[in-house]
């Protein structure tokens, strides 16, 4: 099993597509760091008046704090928006009371906003890059029978594979913060590891509940981050894994995988409408939410449910994988 384990890794390694995901994550976080830091900049001039690197932090968050007040006696408000909003003042009051800069920009920080914004779409779509081909890419390039020829069971060579897709999973997610980490770090020169950042609003009864929040470092909060986001990336790399072997094409199994994604982003939008829409595993995506409690309230959703959601989503796709592949004549 180790050796087939190593052959499957080397064979991944050695793949194009592994510098094409570490090409769309430097972009992206290029990008975003320059947007986020234009944001920053823009924020504090406008409501300060100075420099950015000498204000005073706390009369700008009573001016935010203003604002949201001021846009939640809009009378034409959606009830999900003004939810998100009291939450916001919430943070805010909490920020203030101990004593915590919430606009302050550094490394740690910037790397954890990016982990949360890539769990519904980025990190999503490179594990289906990753993926896409772990099992069709056998049939196109007609190395399956090659393959199957060796005196192996084949649910040991399917749990080979399965197991170095998610060992690369890991190392994807782990590329991501790392890369992130560095932008940031060259951009605004502070780690910022040891920054207090507030964590642990639950939904409860369709409210937000912030009797349970805590204080901790900012090292801690990226560590919780990245591990829903490698969550994450276990979940589509075991969906993208049994399409994989259904379709056996690389680019159908990209584009389903792609669709799925489009699909959960458009059903998040009836979430409150439709109830059945909260089964759906790509509407359980974004996980990280849940810790910075800027999450959508819907009744019966919280991160028990989302996590319990996607488990049984890749029990299920993890079953169906073995008993396709072991049944399916492949040497025809």
Same mark, same amino acid.
């Given at each position: 099993?180790?050796?087939?384990?190593?052959?499957?890794?080397?064979?991944?390694? %050695?793949?194009?597509?592994?510098?094409?995901? @570490? !090409?769309? &994550?430097?972009?992206?976080?290029?990008?975003?760091?320059?947007?986020?830091? &234009? *944001?920053?900049?823009?924020?504090?001039?406008?409501?300060?008046?100075?420099?950015?690197? =000498?204000?005073?932090?706390?009369?700008? &968050?009573?001016?935010?704090?203003?604002?949201?007040? =001021?846009? @939640?006696?809009?009378?034409?408000?959606?009830?999900?928006?003004?939810?998100?909003?009291?939450?916001?003042?919430?943070?805010?009051?909490?920020?203030?009371?101990?004593?915590?800069?919430?606009? #302050?920009?550094?490394?740690?920080? %910037?790397?954890?906003?990016? +982990?949360?914004?890539?769990?519904?779409?980025? +990190?999503?779509?490179?594990?289906? $890059?990753?993926?896409?081909?772990?099992?069709?890419?056998?049939?196109?390039?007609?190395?399956?029978?090659?393959?199957?020829?060796? !005196?192996?069971? *084949?649910?040991?060579?399917? @749990?080979?594979?399965? $197991?170095?897709?998610?060992?690369?999973? #890991?190392?994807?997610?782990?590329?991501?913060?790392?890369?992130?980490?560095?932008?940031?770090?060259?951009?605004?020169?502070?780690?910022?590891?040891?920054?207090?950042?507030?964590?642990?609003?639950?939904?409860?009864?369709?409210?937000? /509940?912030?009797?349970?929040?805590?204080?901790?470092?900012?090292?801690?909060?990226?560590?919780?981050?990245?591990?829903?986001?490698?969550?994450?990336?276990?979940?589509?790399?075991?969906?993208?894994?049994?399409?994989?072997?259904?379709?056996?094409?690389?680019? #159908?199994?990209?584009?389903?995988?792609?669709?799925? @994604?489009?699909?959960?982003?458009?059903?998040?939008? %009836?979430?409150? /409408?439709?109830?059945?829409?909260?089964?759906?595993?790509?509407?359980?995506?974004?996980?990280?939410?849940?810790?910075?409690? *800027? %999450?959508?309230?819907? /009744?019966?959703?919280?991160?028990?449910?989302? $996590?319990?959601?996607?488990?049984?989503?890749? !029990?299920?796709?993890?079953?169906?994988?073995?008993?396709?592949?072991?049944?399916?004549?492949?040497?025809?």
């Amino acid at each position: 099993m180790v050796k087939l384990i190593k052959n499957e890794m080397i064979k991944m390694l %050695f793949k194009k597509k592994l510098v094409l995901i @570490l !090409a769309i &994550i430097l972009i992206e976080t290029i990008a975003f760091t320059y947007g986020e830091n &234009i *944001r920053y900049q823009r924020t504090i001039s406008s409501y300060t008046k100075s420099e950015t690197g =000498n204000y005073n932090w706390r009369p700008l &968050i009573n001016k935010l704090m203003a604002d949201i007040n =001021n846009k @939640l006696t809009y009378k034409d408000i959606k009830a999900s928006d003004e939810k998100v909003m009291k939450i916001q003042l919430q943070q805010y009051k909490y920020y203030l009371k101990k004593n915590i800069n919430p606009s #302050a920009l550094s490394a740690s920080k %910037f790397t954890a906003q990016f +982990m949360e914004q890539s769990a519904m779409m980025l +990190m999503p779509l490179l594990i289906i $890059i990753l993926a896409g081909d772990s099992v069709s890419g056998e049939f196109s390039s007609k190395t399956i029978k090659v393959l199957l020829t060796r !005196a192996v069971p *084949r649910w040991k060579i399917l @749990l080979s594979k399965y $197991i170095a897709l998610i060992l690369m999973s #890991a190392f994807v997610v782990f590329l991501s913060a790392f890369v992130s980490m560095i932008v940031s770090e060259i951009t605004f020169r502070d780690f910022g590891f040891m920054e207090p950042v507030i964590s642990g609003y639950k939904a409860v009864a369709g409210q937000i /509940d912030s009797s349970s929040v805590v204080q901790i470092y900012q090292w801690q909060y990226l560590l919780l981050v990245c591990a829903l986001n490698f969550f994450v990336a276990l979940i589509i790399a075991t969906i993208s894994f049994m399409v994989s072997i259904l379709v056996k094409s690389t680019a #159908a199994s990209i584009g389903i995988m792609m669709s799925t @994604l489009i699909g959960g982003s458009l059903l998040s939008v %009836f979430l409150t /409408d439709w109830p059945l829409a909260k089964y759906f595993f790509a509407v359980n995506l974004d996980l990280p939410q849940y810790l910075s409690g *800027r %999450f959508r309230v819907v /009744d019966g959703m919280n991160l028990t449910f989302s $996590i319990c959601t996607l488990i049984v989503w890749a !029990a299920g796709s993890l079953i169906i994988s073995f008993i396709v592949f072991s049944r399916k004549d492949v040497l025809v």
